[in-house]
């Protein structure tokens, strides 16, 4: 498809341990986001690379949480030693300034943790 | 940070009714975006605002820019069962590439 997409889809995993996140952009897209969702909450900025540029990590809740960018498209977000309070879901968006520059986003994974 | 003001927070109406949200901001800033998501869904972008005083259509949805830059509001005309979902509206800071910041979502239901 021409879409952005995730997996997995739903990932249900128990406290402490480790998880990964895959997003796919959309292809010749540049930049790419990771947003979380609580239940309750809004959006919130996690992460976002651009390029070749360094990521602007200013939404990243804590150390437990990084990300990693190859070749300019695929994207993993890791969470380490999950807490209960990670449980959300966490939506990726790419966006190209050639494509008018907003963001589109994925379906989202949905993340619980036990 | 800072925030996005959205209300509503939920709306319950009758099919064929129009319907009015609107999100305001305690800062300028150059971009509003409208977003729908439905559920088990990413949003879906509906509407992008870049002018202070601009008024764009896309079908029966109408949002505008405010004139002071700090807020916006979505219109739905003759709402149908579909309209049904969350409705966000967001900036993005600065550039092109910019983070987007969200309000608190409208919860749209549509009864038959």
């Known amino acids: 498809g021409a879409g952005v997409s995730q997996s997995p889809s739903n990932k249900v995993t128990e406290k402490g341990k480790d998880v990964e996140l895959r997003c796919d952009p959309i292809s010749g897209h540049t930049a790419l986001y990771w947003y979380r969702q609580s239940l309750g909450q809004g959006l919130e900025f996690l992460i976002y690379f651009q390029g070749n540029s360094a990521p602007d990590k200013s939404g990243l809740p804590s150390d437990r949480f990084s990300a990693e960018r190859t070749g300019g498209s695929v994207s993993t977000l890791t969470i380490q030693r999950t807490q209960q309070e990670d449980s959300a879901v966490y939506l990726c968006?790419?966006?190209?300034?050639?494509?008018?520059?907003?963001?589109?986003f994925g379906p989202g994974t949905r993340l619980t943790v036990l | 940070g800072q925030q996005l003001n959205q209300s509503p927070q939920s709306m319950f109406i009758q099919e064929g009714e129009d319907v009015s949200m609107n999100c305001t901001s305690s800062?300028?800033?150059?971009?509003w975006l409208w977003y729908k998501q439905d559920p088990g869904e990413g949003p879906v972008l509906l509407i992008a605002l870049y002018k202070a005083g601009e008024l764009t259509s896309n079908g029966r949805l109408t949002a505008q820019f405010g004139i002071t830059r700090k807020d916006s509001f979505l219109n739905i005309s003759a709402s149908i069962p579909s309209d049904v979902g969350i409705y966000f509206c967001a900036r993005r800071e600065g550039t092109s590439y910019g983070k987007l910041t969200f309000g608190q979502g409208t919860i749209l239901t549509v009864h038959p």
């Open positions: 800062s300028i800033f150059n971009t």
């Open positions: 968006a790419s966006s190209s300034r050639l494509a008018g520059g907003e963001q589109f």
